[in-house]
């Protein structure tokens, strides 16, 4: 990594803290994780408002100490997309002989 900085701008930049300094602000510019995921709860109730009849499943748990619900996963299907699987998919028969 030091290598192309110096090439690209004459500059020589170790990496350890080439990566802090690069760590640091992709923390300033996304957030920290936990705040990211904070916000699915809302992401999938805005999911739900604007596309009426899908379905949106959210577990979290709560570990034993702690305030606040961690995620676990999220489930999401759109509407369309179960409208298209019903209109388009196909019977399938099996026989076992």
Not at 7 to 34: C, F, H
Request: glycine share 8%.
């Amino acid at each position: 990594m030091s290598y192309q900085l110096k090439v690209n701008t004459s500059v020589d930049v170790l990496v350890w803290p080439y990566y802090r300094a690069r760590k640091k602000a992709k923390k300033m510019i996304q957030g920290s994780v936990e705040e990211q995921y904070s916000s699915v709860r809302d992401y999938g109730a805005k999911i739900l408002r604007t596309n009426l009849g899908s379905t949106v499943r959210l577990k979290c748990y709560t570990r034993e100490g702690e305030e606040n619900p961690r995620f676990q996963r999220l489930y999401i299907c759109l509407d369309a997309l179960k409208k298209w699987w019903k209109e388009g998919y196909r019977s399938i028969l099996g026989l076992d002989g």
